[in-house]
Each structure stands twice: as structure tokens, then as C-alpha cells.
């Protein structure tokens, strides 16, 4: 690292730097960055902000306009998504790639209403801005197995698509199967985000690794994009890989001149790729995809991934009380 240098520089050197926030003030300060990645809690946490009073009544009276299109989707869950298409809209001027919209955390298990949803924010992209490039949307998806064949389709159709919340080696190879532009292995556990004094003790950072070295082993186009990271450590622990998004938290630290920690980046040390049988196809062999991630680590990554499905419901209720305040 050279004297002066901040953090995000050096990281640059080595890694896509990604921002993990809506607000369009992060990407301006500290940018610039390639991708902006969002989520239902992120959403929630950017709309709560006093500033976005309008943008909350905007997307309402949208959302009132376009709901007879829409046959099964509640008024307050088509005004979220408008919501969060507008909090894109402002920050893509402000970054070089793509915006990341996930889609509802209550269509996880239905590969039907994921596509649905998946290209309803697409189109709400065009109806809010009929000039945006849509090429640079992508959606992200929770790593199900129903959300994995949603992203094939998808991405089938030319929608970008991200498979979020993801814990486990299964789900990173099926992922790739199926044409995902990215994958986002979650180095904590949604948990620690939202539970004070909570410490995942098994921080997926080798993980991260072998994934993006079994991708480039056998040339696939899927990106690796480690999320849910909590210290500058961590973050430097993976410089080397495709993407990393950072939270404006850790962005404003790395943004200070002589912010790199003294950690070796684990793409440094020698370890082995992982190899696959060529033959196998979890995309179809659905029964021993499942058994494997069933079992990974004993059910543990199982219940990471319900827990983070679970959370993320919890604050899509959120976001559709606030419309319903709106709508008072």
C-alpha cells in the first residue's frame, strides 16, 4: 500500500468495489464504485429517512395507477418495489455497472411468482425512466432451489440475475448451472446484522475462495460477490475476488488515507480447487442437490438460509406498513 492511500484504493487494485446501500449521498462521498446492491432491510432503512417523505407518496399514487396490470399483488407491495426502483434510479448516475434489486423474500419458494416479480421491477425500471438501459438491472434472488430455476429463466430471458443469501458449495455449482451472473455468499449470517452482541463463529471467507477458484477452473461466467461482511479484515481477507460490496459503514473507514489492515488476502495462499464430477448436473439430480444441502455442516447452512429468508420477510412487512401509513 502506498503512503496516503486509502483503503477503497488498495482494495480497487485488486477487487470490483461494490456499494451495499440506496443512498445515492454514499455513492457520491466515497464512489466511485461499479455495482449498488440492495435489499428489503436496506430499502427499509433508506425509506424511513425523513427525506424520502415524497418518494414514499410518489410510489403510493404509482403503485394506485399500475395495480390493475399487476392480478394478485397487493397495493403496498407493488409501492414498495416502485420504492426501491426510485432509490436505484437515483444512485445508478452515480455508479459504472448495475443495480441490484431483490425480489419479494415471500416468493422464495415459488419459482413462478420470483419470475413474475423479477420482471415486474424490470418493467417498473422502463415506467418510472423509459430511458434506462434495463441491461443494467439485476435482480437478486435467494439461493432456493425454486429461486435458482427462476434465475435460469431468467437469465434465459436476459434478465441479470444474483443468487443472494448463499451458504453453501452446492448452492455456488447449481448457481453457476444455471447461468447466474453473480452469486453472493454471505461471509456472516444475516444474524449478526440485526442481533447486538451476536458473532457468526463460522465466517465463510474459504468458502468465498473456492467457489471463484472452482469457477475459474471450469470457466464459468458466474461472478463471486462475497456479502454480509462486517470488519475492513474481512474485507481484505478476500481482495482477489470478483466483487465485494461493503456497507457505508465500513466504506467511510476504508476511505480514510492508510486504511488497509495488515491482513493477507486469502486468495494468497495455496489451497486446493475443488473438483466435481463432470457428469454430475444438480439441475437434473434435484434429490442429491437437496441432501447436500441439507446436510452441509449438519443442516447449520440450512438454517442460515431460512433464518435469512425469515429476516428479510420481516422487513418487507415493514416496508409495507410504511406504504399502508402512506396510504392513511
Request: aromatic content about 8%; charged content about 20%; overall charge negative.
Amino acid at each position: 500500500m502506498a503512503p496516503g492511500e486509502t483503503g477503497l484504493q488498495a482494495l480497487s487494485k485488486r477487487t470490483v468495489v461494490d456499494c451495499d446501500t440506496l443512498d445515492e449521498e454514499v455513492a457520491k462521498n466515497f464512489g466511485p464504485f461499479q455495482d449498488c446492491t440492495s435489499n428489503q432491510a436496506i430499502a427499509y432503512g433508506e425509506l424511513t429517512k425523513p427525506k424520502h417523505a415524497t418518494l414514499l407518496e410518489e410510489s403510493v399514487s404509482h403503485a394506485e395507477k399500475l395495480l390493475a396490470l399487476y392480478r394478485g399483488v397487493k397495493l403496498e407491495e407493488l409501492a414498495v418495489e416502485i420504492a426501491m426502483v426510485s432509490l436505484a434510479l437515483k444512485i445508478a448516475p452515480h455508479i459504472r455497472g448495475r443495480v441490484h434489486v431483490q425480489t419479494n423474500p415471500y416468493y422464495s419458494y415459488s419459482t413462478e411468482k420470483t419470475i413474475a416479480n423479477a420482471l415486474r421491477i424490470t418493467q417498473l425500471f422502463r415506467y418510472l425512466d423509459s430511458g434506462f438501459d434495463t441491461s443494467r438491472v439485476c435482480i437478486k434472488i435467494p439461493s432456493t432451489w425454486e429461486g435458482m430455476l427462476a434465475s435460469r429463466s431468467l437469465e434465459l430471458a436476459g434478465v441479470r440475475t444474483l443468487a443472494t443469501t448463499l451458504f453453501t458449495f452446492a448452492q455456488a455449482v447449481l448457481a453457476a448451472e444455471v447461468g447466474c451472473t453473480y452469486v453472493a455468499p454471505y461471509v456472516n449470517q444475516l444474524k449478526v446484522h440485526f442481533e447486538p452482541g451476536f458473532t457468526d463463529l463460522n465466517k465463510l471467507l474459504p468458502l468465498c475462495v473456492a467457489i471463484q477458484r472452482y469457477y475459474k477452473s471450469i470457466h464459468a461466467r458466474t461472478q463471486v460477490l462475497p456479502a454480509s461482511l462486517t470488519s475492513t479484515e474481512e474485507i481484505f481477507s478476500l481482495a482477489g475476488t470478483d466483487h465485494v460490496t461493503i456497507a457505508p459503514g465500513l466504506l467511510e473507514q476504508l476511505s480514510k488515507p492508510d486504511s488497509s489492515p495488515s491482513v493477507q488476502s486469502l486468495f494468497d495462499e495455496d489451497s486446493p480447487v475443488p473438483v466435481l464430477d463432470s457428469r454430475i448436473s444438480y439441475l437434473n439430480d434435484p434429490a442429491t442437490y437437496r441432501i447436500l444441502f441439507t446436510r452441509d455442516l449438519g443442516g447449520a447452512s440450512e438454517g442460515k438460509l431460512t433464518q435469512a429468508i425469515n429476516i428479510f420477510c420481516d422487513m418487507q412487512d415493514k416496508l409495507e406498513d410504511l406504504m399502508k401509513q402512506v396510504k392513511k
